[in-house]
C-alpha cells in the first residue's frame, strides 16, 4: 500500500511563492503519472497538475506560466513549485499518484492574503 505524505503548504502573502513536496512510501512501479489536485472550500476538487511516466506535463490554465511540477524518481517524490500566488489560489492542495490504482496524500492547506 502507497502512502503518500505531502509538505510545504503554509500562508503566503499574495505575489509569494511555495513548493509542495509530495514523498511515496515506496518505489511507485507501473507509474502512469503523478500530479496535483486542490480543493477551496465549497468548490470541487480541481486538476492543478500533472507529470507523465515519459515527462510531459500539462497545467490547467489557471496556473500557466506560474506553477512548475517536477519530479525526483530517485526519492519518489513530486514537487510543486508556485509562483506569484494569488489569494484565488488558496485551497486544500492534494497529491496523487496514478498506477494500477489511484493514490491520495493526505493534504496541505495553502493560503494566500491579499
Known amino acids: 500500500q502507497v502512502q503518500l505524505v505531502e509538505s510545504g503548504g503554509g500562508l503566503v502573502q499574495a505575489g509569494g511563492s511555495l513548493r509542495l513536496s509530495c514523498a511515496a512510501s515506496q518505489t511507485i512501479f507501473r507509474l502512469n503519472a503523478m500530479g496535483w489536485y486542490r480543493q477551496a472550500p465549497g468548490k470541487q476538487r480541481e486538476l492543478v497538475a500533472i507529470i507523465t511516466s515519459g515527462g510531459s506535463t500539462n497545467y490547467a490554465d489557471f496556473v500557466k506560466g506560474r506553477f512548475t511540477i517536477s519530479r525526483d524518481n530517485a526519492k519518489n517524490t513530486v514537487y510543486l513549485q508556485m509562483n506569484s500566488l494569488k489569494p484565488e489560489d488558496t485551497a486544500v492542495y492534494y497529491c496523487?499518484?496514478?498506477?494500477?490504482?489511484?493514490?491520495w496524500g493526505q493534504g496541505t492547506q495553502v493560503t494566500v492574503s491579499s
Open positions: 496523487w499518484i496514478s498506477t494500477n490504482r489511484s493514490y
